[in-house]
């Protein structure tokens, strides 16, 4: 299923997936003192795609956890695609 991908949704994903993707972060000189919105922000503009795997557990609002976890991949294109 291939759907329109809001740009902050894209963001979204691209933040969830930098800690656990292959991708290469972008580190300029002075990263430090720049802001992770702004590094983040530079890191989707440089990004054309992206592939991961995810898996996740739902619980419920009365703090009881489902006990099948859920799983699978996704892939990010652009402009505007996303597939999983």
Do not use: H
């Amino acid at each position: 299923m291939i759907r329109k991908l809001a740009p902050g949704l894209l963001l979204l994903v691209v933040a969830v997936a930098i800690p656990f993707g292959s991708a290469k972060a972008v580190e300029p000189s002075g990263a430090a003192e720049r802001s992770i919105g702004d590094r983040l922000r530079e890191f989707q503009q440089q990004t054309r795609s992206l592939r991961g795997q995810f898996q996740q557990q739902i619980i419920e609002s009365n703090g009881l956890v489902d006990d099948e976890p859920r799983s699978g991949e996704f892939w990010v294109e652009r402009p505007n695609k996303i597939r999983w």
